[in-house]
């Protein structure tokens, strides 16, 4: 069962503490606002000798675009603590040895992909008219290894005529960077689709499910692992506002967590089968406890 | 078990029909070919004062449409015997109630739901550009009572948006009106992505399953009732070429169950556990049998 985080469990846990892995949205900021207490206590964090990391399922936004929100935000960090599944995507397309991309994604996911010499076409809008005859007409490129889907504002039925038909070789790799359902979004009364939604269609017509490279699957921290072999359940806390993201990861990981209400989440959406260790509102309650 | 039906199978279940219920594509038509015999065998089964129906999957044609199709091949049909799930969906929206809709999907659909005095927004292209930022400042209609979905050229997140944000209103109905996963193509090549994507996409955003009017699901026949109160398995034939809609629907249903194999299916395709009362080659045999 989860709990609240206490100033004396905090206590404890801290100095068995050397990484703390954090999402950003809805833990550590909302939208362009840094999330009251949070900066502090990352600083403190870093003071103590703790290793922070932010790792995020945004997929529209490059490691260096993420730095420099974390910058402007005036939290401490460098381009290596930076995790997102834009990176992710393609430090894993490189792992595979992929060497052409057809892309339904952001300008970001484009830019990382390609940064590792990795063709990539479909970036923008699709030439395609919406007239659905011409699509009988789509010229398909030869030689394309894998389908990437991220978040992508052009997404239309002819990217994805394209990317299931490329799908129908068994050989091609179907890799996708998240499933959230939606974006976070001030407006309550608005639903922001996430990439999640792009991905249900896709999985749709191309009759298979693909690899997902962003929280809850074990991708990032495969990739955190090369770079930080001594990461384990023992020595690693992982922080986040959604259940089934942040906390399933650092869960199936073994990993302690902590849900804070500042994002999508709150302690009365627990499932206890998929409890995180702690809850607690706002990072800025640990603020207190370190003092 | 699934039969071949013979002439003396025919001639027992001949004189029990009231009804007879058959999809178009692969049944009565290829494209714009008549299929041999089948035009005789519904004129037989009017003069014989049995009533005949047209129940098909398509979103994309008005009944007006499907009629003068009907037409065009020299079948005899009026307006009444014909049920397509753009027509089916807008009378069932009525049956509701639903006073205003926002509609995924075609000019058809659009005619179809207007013409039974119900308000329809969301036809054509979305207004919101691809700049997701934009989205947030997007203007929801008021008193959207359901969000309805069918094969749409123009679809897109933008639409997405919409939708789901709308379905956030549990009152608010969510009727599509079909899964068909792609449509059908000369292209081997090529996926040509179904209704069925659009509703994946949907039903993530909106975190909720649709109601879905075509076949297999009830929807269709349970208006056919409407007009026709005393259809029912003793009096009930369905004819199709698809196992996975027009038997299935035939079948949940307890009417007898005819498979004819000139369109997608043939007898090598029977699951026994979901099996038709009969088989035939084509419509075109049964000719044989009455003459």
């Known amino acids: 069962m989860s709990k609240l985080l206490t100033k004396s469990e905090w206590s404890a846990l801290f100095p068995k503490l050397?990484?703390?892995?954090?999402?950003?949205?809805?833990?550590?900021?909302?939208?362009?606002?840094?999330?009251?207490?949070?900066?502090?206590?990352?600083?403190?964090?870093?003071?103590?000798?703790?290793?922070?990391?932010?790792?995020?399922?945004?997929?529209?936004?490059?490691?260096?675009?993420?730095?420099?929100?974390?910058?402007?935000?005036?939290?401490?960090?460098?381009?290596?603590?930076?995790?997102?599944?834009?990176?992710?995507?393609?430090?894993?397309?490189?792992?595979l040895g992929v060497g052409s991309v057809y892309l339904i994604g952001s300008p970001a996911i484009y830019h990382e992909i390609t940064s590792l010499g990795i063709k990539c076409t479909g970036l923008g809008p699709d030439e395609l008219d919406g007239n659905w005859n011409s699509w009988l007409n789509v010229k398909l490129e030869e030689g394309i290894q894998a389908v990437v889907a991220g978040f992508d504002e052009h997404f239309s039925l002819q990217k994805v005529c394209r990317a299931a038909s490329y799908l129908l070789n068994p050989d091609c790799h179907f890799i996708v960077t998240n499933r959230d359902q939606s974006l976070p979004s001030e407006r309550k009364d608005l639903v922001l689709p996430g990439t999640g939604c792009i991905i249900s269609c896709l999985e749709t017509a191309a009759g298979r499910p693909p690899i997902v490279v962003g929280k809850p699957y074990p991708t990032m921290i495969e990739l955190l692992k090369k770079q930080f072999p001594d990461l384990d359940p023992e020595n690693t806390l992982f922080i986040g506002d959604r259940l089934n993201t942040d906390i399933e990861l650092g869960r199936r990981q073994g990993f302690k967590t902590l849900l804070v209400e500042t994002g999508v989440h709150n302690r009365e959406d627990i499932d206890p089968l998929k409890a995180p260790t702690y809850y607690l509102p706002s990072l800025n309650d640990i603020c207190g406890f370190i003092g």
């Open 18 to 95: 050397k990484y703390v892995l954090s999402d950003c949205d809805g833990v550590l900021w909302n939208g362009d606002r840094a999330i009251e207490g949070a900066r502090e206590f990352l600083g403190t964090l870093r003071q103590n000798g703790k290793r922070v990391c932010f790792v995020t399922n945004n997929s529209t936004k490059s490691r260096e675009q993420i730095l420099s929100k974390c910058l402007k935000l005036k939290f401490e960090a460098e381009l290596s603590d930076v995790y997102g599944t834009a990176y992710a995507t393609a430090a894993y397309l490189k792992m």
